[in-house]
């Protein structure tokens, strides 16, 4: 969950950066965004920690323009941000299994 957290800070530094303060903790959140990436990679295979952290960032991104930025979505974004998170979870759990 961490390295999700440091995707969507990554993402939404690039978005609202405007001070060199910002901007370094952007670049801070997606070298760990990276570092964390790599480290899941010792448990998971790198496809499946790929699609972790994107579905996790996909995600977050999107939470947090409804939360933050009042954007409207439909009845469908929904259901595929509920369905994008289902195979997340999918993913998961048989994701060290051959």
């Known amino acids: 969950m961490a390295g999700a957290a440091a995707e969507v ?12 303060i910002e901007w370094a903790a952007t670049v801070i ?11 899941a990679t010792r448990d998971l295979p ?3 920690v790929y699609t972790l952290f994107v579905g996790l960032g996909a995600f977050g ?11 409207a979505l439909s009845p469908a974004a929904y259901g595929f941000m509920v369905f994008l998170i289902v195979c ?5 759990r048989t994701g ?3």
């Open 61 to 71: 991104a999107m939470a947090l323009q409804v939360a933050f930025l009042d954007t």
């Open 29 to 39: 959140a997606a070298a760990a965004s990276v570092g964390l990436a790599l480290g």
């Open 9 to 20: 800070g990554w993402i939404a530094g690039l978005r609202f950066s405007t001070t060199a």
């Open 96 to 98: 060290g299994h051959a």
């Open 88 to 92: 997340v979870i999918g993913l998961k």
């Open 46 to 48: 790198a496809t499946t």
